[in-house]
Every structure is written in structure tokens, then in C-alpha cells.
């Protein structure tokens, strides 16, 4: 597994990282918390330093178990967690008050296992905090040495370029994907120009570029409140996956390795972080490492996939409220 380096303050991460939330949070199921922690193990043993968490995930339970997993590699990983959620959850809110930051990083600390957090991220923007003032306490928790690097998630290009000039960004995480290709208009080229990180969640679009989603989810699985991922819409979207499937074979790769390795091709500051809860799809992810997309091959999925619209929104709209722009 190769490094790649996230913005221009020391921040080092494997090219692909673990989005840990669906271990226990994300389809309604999770794993068994000792099956759990034997696939964080296998990830490190595989090559992967990077491991992403919150509190909002249970809530605090995906630290917990991310804490206990990774506390015999410690020195060795890279772990990022998140604040900003009222009571630790988005559904309630929005709360990055200074205090609050503060009150997050102790209690993420203790539940980690740990004396600092590698990346800490505001979760999501609270429109009632000047992120001067999000930015300031993080930079005073790095200065103590609690938190070692400054993140931001779907944040847009002002507040990324305020936060920055108070505490530099070494990371954004957002979404982005063959699914979703919204960044590439005015984020990346932010993320460019100020020399910031990119990590995008749900790099196989929640889990429908491997194409094994092509019907009604079960009704414990948390996407169905995502209204792209109605059943009509699912349907609907699917020709996104037949177009990837034709080059997918020619290379002999599956989608989701395709749609992996296209986002490791974008830029060499970038570093996804596709989540699983089977030990083969992660050996899966892991070999997309290995693809080489060509300059043809790229142009050949961009154009696969020119014109293709797809059906249904990313997030409900309670939930888009909570996205900066």
C-alpha cells in the first residue's frame, strides 16, 4: 500500500483508508464487536493506516470499538474523528460552540483510547458558530497537542477558505464519486489552490457502484431514507453501473475496484475511504490499488457515463439543510 500526503502540514495516510461506520452503525445490522475488531485488524495487516470514525456513529460506539481495535497499532494508524453534531447526532442538530469542540475531544479522546486524535473534523457546518471560531479552537488543541491536524466535512469553498487562513485545513472529507461528481466544480479546485486533502466518503456510492444493488433495500437498511436510493430511483440509476460494467471487464476489475481506482487517478491528494463489513469485499477494495487507469482508459469512462443523469437526491431534505455551500 502506497502513502499519499493530505494538505501541506505533515499529514500522512495509506492511498485508500476505512470508513469505519457501517462496522456498527451504517445498514441496521453491524458486525458482532469481536468480528468487528478482527476486520480492523486485517485492514492494518493488509497495508491500511487510515481510519475513519465519529461520535456521531451509534452514537460513540464506532469510537469505542474503533479505540479498542486500533490500540495495539496506535503509533502506527492514523485515526480521524469528528465534532459538530448536537448531542451527537445530526438528526437533533448542529453544535460546534467552542466549548462544546472542547467537551468532544476530551470524551473522543477517552473513548479512542488515546492522548490525541491524528484528524479531527467539524463534522458539518454550523451556520451559528463563525468558523473562525471553530478553526481558532482547534488550533488551540493542536497547540496542546491533543489533536495533531485541522479537518472539514461538506464544507463549501468560503468557509474552507476562512477556516484555512485561521487554522490551516489538511483535510476535506466529502462525497465524491463516479455517483457523485459535484466537487469537481469549485472544490477541488479550491482543495488545489490551498494545498488541502481530499477524502471522499462513500467512494462506491453508498455501496451502489459494486452493482449489487439493483432492487428495494431491506427495511433495516439506514440508505432507504436517501432519496436516490428509492426503489424507482435504484432502477432508474442503474445504467450508470452497466456503462462502468463494460470497461470494468475489459480490465478485468470489478466496478467498485474501477470506481476506485478512477478516484485515485484524480488526483494524487486524494485518498478514499470505502467502508465494508466482509473481508472480502475489503481485499477487493484493497486491489484497486493495483489498477493503472490509462489517460484512454479515463476518457473512456468519462465517456461512458456523459449525459447519464441521475435520479433522486443525495440526502433528504432535512439532511441537505445541514450542507454548506
Same mark, same amino acid.
Given at each position: ?57 451509534? !452514537? ?6 474503533? +479505540?479498542?481495535?486500533? =490500540? !495495539? ?10 465534532? +459538530? ?81 485561521? =487554522? ?28 488541502? +486533502? ?8 453508498? +455501496? ?41 471487464? =475489459? ?75
Amino acid at each position: 500500500m502506497q502513502k499519499r500526503k493530505l494538505g501541506n502540514c505533515g499529514l500522512e495516510v495509506s492511498e485508500l483508508g476505512f470508513g469505519c461506520m457501517g462496522l456498527n452503525f451504517l445498514d441496521g445490522r453491524g458486525l458482532e464487536k469481536k468480528e468487528a475488531i478482527y476486520l480492523l485488524h486485517k485492514a492494518v495487516e493488509k497495508g491500511i493506516t487510515f481510519f475513519d470514525t465519529a461520535e456521531a456513529y451509534g !452514537p460513540y460506539t464506532n469510537e469505542e470499538l474503533v +479505540g479498542e481495535a486500533l =490500540q !495495539p497499532f496506535r503509533k502506527d494508524v492514523v485515526i480521524a474523528t469528528k465534532f +459538530g453534531c448536537k448531542d451527537a447526532s445530526p438528526l437533533i442538530g448542529l453544535d460546534s460552540r467552542p466549548e462544546t469542540i472542547r467537551a468532544v475531544t476530551e470524551a473522543s479522546l477517552k473513548r479512542l483510547k488515546t492522548d490525541y486524535i491524528d484528524l479531527l473534523y467539524q463534522h458539518r457546518v454550523d451556520p451559528n458558530v463563525p468558523i473562525e471560531d471553530v478553526a481558532g479552537t482547534v488550533k488551540d488543541l493542536i497547540q496542546e497537542g491533543k489533536v495533531k491536524y485541522f479537518g472539514l466535512s461538506e464544507a463549501g469553498v468560503k468557509t474552507i477558505r476562512r477556516a484555512h487562513s485561521v =487554522q490551516p485545513v489538511s483535510a476535506l472529507q466529502s462525497e465524491y464519486s463516479l455517483f457523485w461528481r459535484e466537487p469537481e466544480h469549485e472544490i477541488i479546485p479550491t482543495l488545489e489552490d490551498l494545498g488541502i +486533502g481530499f477524502v471522499p466518503f462513500s467512494p462506491l456510492g453508498k +455501496g451502489f457502484l459494486t452493482g449489487n444493488i439493483n432492487t428495494k433495500l431491506e427495511d433495516v437498511d439506514r440508505r432507504n431514507i436517501l432519496p436516490r436510493f428509492r426503489e424507482e430511483n435504484i432502477k432508474a440509476n442503474y445504467v450508470l453501473v452497466e456503462a462502468l460494467s463494460e470497461i470494468a471487464q =475489459q480490465k478485468n476489475v470489478t466496478t467498485g475496484q474501477l470506481a476506485l481506482a478512477w478516484l485515485l487517478a484524480q488526483k494524487h491528494w486524494i485518498a478514499p475511504i470505502p467502508g465494508t463489513t466482509k473481508l472480502h469485499r475489503l481485499e477487493e477494495n484493497i486491489a484497486s490499488t493495483n489498477v493503472v487507469l490509462t489517460t484512454d482508459d479515463l476518457v473512456k469512462i468519462d465517456t461512458a457515463i456523459n449525459g447519464i443523469t441521475l435520479a433522486g437526491d443525495r440526502y433528504p431534505e432535512f439532511l441537505a439543510k445541514q450542507i454548506d455551500k
